[in-house]
């Protein structure tokens, strides 16, 4: 479903990944874990055609994403570190946005009942908390039952009943057969969902890991740097 080799990328004048290689396949949950500015995000962007790459090859559901990434990223579900839905719209009109775009109906009550954002929808997002905008993003990446699910840091702001509620989502996506890269640097929390995981250092892959045969604490606290 998700496959990178040896990947690279340069912008800025700075080589953000050197030699990435990972694999996803379907109803998997793969980590790509890693210290604040390893490259984690910078994988993510190129393998849903967000960036272009400098080397190494690419497929993601059977097509390189540089190829057609406007079509690629309609069968996605993309959920960005640190990205708010447009201040000026409000809760509904975002989600209605998003569903026209995609031409994929959305069950509103579902996923207002689901996360916690009764009472909100109505207002305009830079009136929303952190938490709540980053809830109707989490929405967005998910509400069409994508072909496979890019998320980035997904529990930011969140408070821990919420949490539960997206990891439960995560895990049910998985369940039915989605494949799910998930870039963190919280390493409980790829060990709770992930079936393996990616150690991302300076632009590379160091390690692969089996979660189920490994603690993933104690292998990045002794191996990697923090």
């Not at 775009?101 to 009764?118: C, F, N, P, S, Y």
């Not at 539960?164 to 870039?183: C, F, H, M, P, T």
Request: net charge negative; charged share 30%; hydrophobic share 35%.
């Amino acid at each position: 479903m998700i496959d990178a080799e040896e990947i690279s990328k340069s912008y800025d004048g700075k080589q953000a990944l050197k030699s990435v290689s990972l694999e996803v396949g379907e109803g998997e949950v793969i980590g790509l874990i890693g210290p604040n500015g390893a490259g984690k995000s910078t994988v993510m962007q190129v393998l849903t055609g967000q960036l272009p790459r400098d080397g190494g090859e690419a497929q993601v559901l059977g097509q390189d994403p540089e190829n057609d990434p406007e079509g690629l990223r309609e069968k996605l579900g993309i959920l960005p570190e640190r990205e708010d839905p447009p201040s000026f719209l409000t809760g509904n009109e975002y989600l209605e946005f998003v569903s026209d775009v995609r031409g994929a109906e959305i069950d509103k009550q579902h996923w207002v009942d689901t996360m916690d954002l009764e009472g909100k929808m109505e207002k305009q997002t830079r009136l929303l908390s952190k938490g709540e905008r980053q809830k109707l993003m989490f929405v967005q990446a998910l509400f069409h039952d994508p072909d496979a699910l890019f998320i980035d840091e997904p529990m930011i702001n969140l408070d821990p009943r919420i949490q539960e509620r997206v990891k439960q989502q995560i895990n049910e996506y998985a369940d039915r057969g989605g494949a799910v890269l998930l870039s963190t640097h919280v390493i409980p929390l790829a060990e709770e969902l992930c079936n393996r995981a990616y150690v991302v250092e300076d632009g590379q892959t160091v390690e692969e890991l089996s979660v189920a045969d490994e603690d993933l604490s104690e292998v990045f606290s002794d191996q990697h740097h923090p």
